[in-house]
């Protein structure tokens, strides 16, 4: 038999998703208000939701350890939030637990990292497909305007030229806050936690840089 929580309808079922329909407007509404991401993991860890999907959500926002985060747009990382629980609640829905991370992250990670060096061509087709997919998703280009004509870039950038760079670079991303969730303790029922529902300053942590040198990031 399920077990409902009535505030948020937190169901618990082995042979349905853990979270309902309801469950998860209300979250995704609750998020846009600003709602702190680890009361928002409390929230998957009542419902029964998966340990890793419960820190994917806590964990910190990962940036580029270049000097310039400082620089990143403030919209974006109010964004990453929200869109790591679409992202968790997709992935619910299919009963799985994906490997990437999302496309706004990825984005913050490589914003600060152009202003330090100029990008190679790949990693450079990588940030121009991810700054067309999440400006037009947020509507930040001018009225009227593609992304593409904004760049003076005649052929759009297709997924598939930048699967494979992508791809390695959510991964690590999505791995480093998971791993970092878990070493500050997130899925062990903090109950001062559960007390807590204040919008706090986004946490930014830098990742060591022998991260991206693996990831080739200047080449």
């Not at 009542?46 to 990143?72: K, V």
């Not at 001018?142 to 991964?171: C, S």
Request: glycine share 6%; with cysteine.
């Amino acid at each position: 038999m399920s077990q409902t929580l009535p505030l948020f309808n937190l169901e618990i079922s082995a042979s349905t998703p853990c979270l309902s329909p309801s469950t998860i407007a209300a979250i995704k509404a609750l998020l846009t208000m600003g709602m702190d991401k680890q009361f928002s993991a409390c929230l998957l860890e009542l419902a029964g939701c998966r340990l890793p999907h419960q820190r994917y959500l806590a964990g910190p926002i990962i940036t580029h350890n270049s000097g310039w985060q400082d620089t990143i747009p403030q919209w974006l990382l109010e964004a990453i939030p929200l869109a790591r629980f679409e992202s968790i609640a997709t992935e619910i829905d299919a009963g799985e637990i994906g490997e990437l991370a999302t496309p706004e992250e990825a984005l913050a990670v490589m914003y600060p990292a152009t202003m330090q060096a100029p990008l190679s061509h790949r990693w450079y087709e990588v940030y121009m497909y991810l700054g067309n997919q999440v400006l037009t998703q947020h509507q930040k280009l001018p009225p009227g305007q593609t992304f593409w004509e904004l760049m003076g870039i005649n052929h759009p950038i297709t997924y598939a030229q930048i699967r494979q760079d992508y791809e390695e670079l959510a991964r690590d991303i999505r791995q480093r806050v998971v791993l970092l969730a878990a070493e500050r303790g997130v899925g062990k029922r903090q109950r001062k936690s559960l007390r807590t529902n204040q919008h706090q300053p986004v946490e930014q942590v830098q990742p060591e840089p022998t991260s991206f040198q693996q990831l080739s990031l200047f080449d």
